[in-house]
């Protein structure tokens, strides 16, 4: 097989709607590695069609890895449209890990019914920067070895259901960065990366069999982003990870506002990785077939040119091919997914509930059953952007519904991170009357105010509110 044939087979691609796209098709039979599925390719009102979609894929391709973020919480593709019924990791930071490994099962379960194979989860990420625009309530928490604990139950969780594999991300960590990398480029410090490292390293120790990596610059590790560094993902294969290193998404600005998409992904696959993710084309509005092109051809100029060896390219290719064939493998073995299999595995939200009302002030809590207007502090610039779903603020509205404007009650302001935007919303509250915080980010969460600790606006967290409005508390 010529090299150049070998491109495809290290491409992570996505594409627009809830059917196959004939590029995608015509792409496949030539060898292409994935697809990643987006929001945008389920049909909420298609129970099954995700499930028939990967199924189409797999019969043009059988050994093709289907992925998709489905991390619970504030970043979910299967409930995209009204957000996640699976609680968060910040939420899951609170209680044992023992819980975690139990959602985790749950999150491959639903995965496996849907055909997906490859999760983008869960997020190691040490969240210890209250300021942190991108992460947040996507990560266990602030304590490495707290989030070691939850990260090595997910991934146990997630593989216990046969045919599904766990991708832990962003490595070496993005917890500690006030610049979200779809936007711009963060720098830790070495030592940071350092500190963040203890879930990564639990992780591989697991045998996790993918890392994504995060866009960040270690500058004590070079200039470029670790994506692109072949410095950087020398210290992960030096850490012991012999699995498949994904890269985030390549349009996002970090890199490709400094190298292109195609550039980046080229840049990349030298430098070590093994599967370049190509992005959301719904999101940024693109063209996905001539986004891949692009791709595309960038590769293969730079198998031409020496940039990417071929030794290089065979070896990312052998790793990601070994992984599709692994996946396979186990889910042939599994057979149909059924309801008894889906039924196996649940969730309990009574702890979690109890964790979050000890967690939060009580006059706060209180003061939901007097919520007389809702004000959305995140004005749109907000951590749970992946899913667009903002189930916490429409039930908040919905138990002010019907209060008259002269007797609005109490103000509550959706907040999830002290930004100064955020902040300056919440004064502008505070000099208008009483009100209190609902913070659906990372926990504590950092604000001074009286605060109701939900961790997701997620329909798992409406569902507490719901609750606890309904207990009277």
């Given at each position: 097989m010529d090299v150049r044939e070998l491109v495809p087979g290290v491409l992570l691609p996505g594409f627009a709607g809830p059917s196959l796209p004939d590029w995608v098709r015509d792409e496949l039979r030539r060898g292409l590695g994935g697809v990643c599925l987006f929001a945008g390719n389920v049909d909420p009102a298609d129970p099954d069609g995700t499930a028939r979609l990967a199924a189409g894929i797999r019969a043009v391709r059988p050994e093709t890895l289907i992925a998709a973020d489905e991390e619970g919480g504030v970043v979910t593709r299967l409930e995209g449209?009204?957000?996640?019924?699976?609680?968060?990791?910040?939420?899951?930071?609170?209680?044992?890990?023992?819980?975690?490994?139990?959602?985790?099962?749950?999150?491959?379960?639903?995965?496996?019914?849907?055909?997906?194979d490859l999760v983008l989860a869960p997020s190691a990420d040490v969240n210890d920067n209250p300021a942190n625009p991108v992460i947040g309530a996507r990560s266990f928490g602030a304590d490495?070895?707290?989030?070691?604990?939850?990260?090595?139950?997910?991934?146990?969780?997630?593989?216990?259901?046969?045919?599904?594999?766990?991708?832990v991300k962003h490595w070496p960590g993005h917890g500690d960065t006030d610049v979200d990398s779809h936007r711009g480029v963060p720098t830790v410090p070495a030592a940071t990366a350092a500190r963040h490292a203890a879930p990564f390293a639990a992780a591989i120790r697991e045998g996790v069999p993918a890392i994504m990596t995060a866009h960040i610059v270690v500058p004590e590790w070079g200039a470029e982003?670790?994506?692109?560094?072949?410095?950087?993902?020398?210290?992960?294969?030096?850490?012991?990870?012999?699995?498949?290193?994904?890269?985030?998404?390549?349009d996002m600005a970090a890199i490709a506002g400094s190298y292109g998409i195609g550039g980046g992904a080229a840049r990349a696959l030298a430098a070590g990785v093994d599967l370049v993710c190509l992005g959301n084309p719904e999101l940024s509005g693109v063209d996905a077939a001539a986004q891949y092109a692009e791709v595309v051809g960038a590769v293969v100029a730079a198998v031409d040119d020496g940039r990417?060896?071929?030794?290089?390219?065979?070896?990312?290719?052998?790793?990601?091919?070994?992984?599709?064939?692994a996946t396979a493998g186990e889910r042939a073995g599994?057979?149909?997914?059924?309801?008894?299999?889906?039924?196996?595995?649940?969730?309990?939200?009574?702890?979690?509930?109890?964790?979050?009302?000890?967690?939060?002030?009580?006059?706060?809590?209180?003061?939901l059953r007097r919520i007389g207007r809702v004000v959305d502090a995140r004005a749109g610039a907000t951590q749970a952007a992946a899913t667009r779903a903002v189930p916490v603020v429409e039930t908040l509205r919905a138990l002010a519904d019907g209060r008259p404007e002269a007797d609005a009650g109490i103000t509550a302001v959706v907040a999830d991170r002290p930004s100064p935007a955020q902040r300056e919303m919440?004064?502008?509250?505070?000099?208008?009357?009483?009100?209190?915080?609902?913070?659906?980010?990372?926990?504590?969460?950092?604000?001074?105010?009286?605060?109701?600790?939900?961790g997701a606006d997620s329909q798992f967290s409406a569902a507490i509110v719901r609750a606890w409005a309904g207990e009277g508390r």
């Open positions: 449209r009204d957000g996640s019924t699976l609680p968060s990791p910040a939420q899951l930071g609170l209680i044992s890990p023992d819980v975690a490994e139990r959602v985790g099962a749950v999150l491959g379960e639903r995965v496996r019914r849907a055909g997906i490495p070895d707290e989030v070691a604990a939850r990260v090595v139950a997910t991934v146990r969780g997630i593989r216990s259901r046969r045919g599904v594999a766990p991708c982003p670790v994506t692109v560094n072949p410095d950087a993902i020398a210290l992960l294969r030096a850490d012991g990870f012999d699995g498949v290193v994904v890269t985030d998404a390549v990417l060896s071929p030794e290089r390219l065979r070896e990312a290719h052998g790793r990601v091919a070994r992984l599709a064939a599994t057979g149909t997914p059924t309801s008894d299999a889906a039924s196996a595995v649940a969730v309990d939200p009574a702890a979690i509930a109890e964790a979050l009302a000890a967690a939060s002030d009580p006059h706060a809590l209180e003061a919440l004064d502008q509250a505070r000099a208008a009357g009483e009100c209190v915080v609902v913070n659906v980010g990372a926990l504590p969460g950092g604000f001074d105010a009286a605060v109701v600790q939900l």
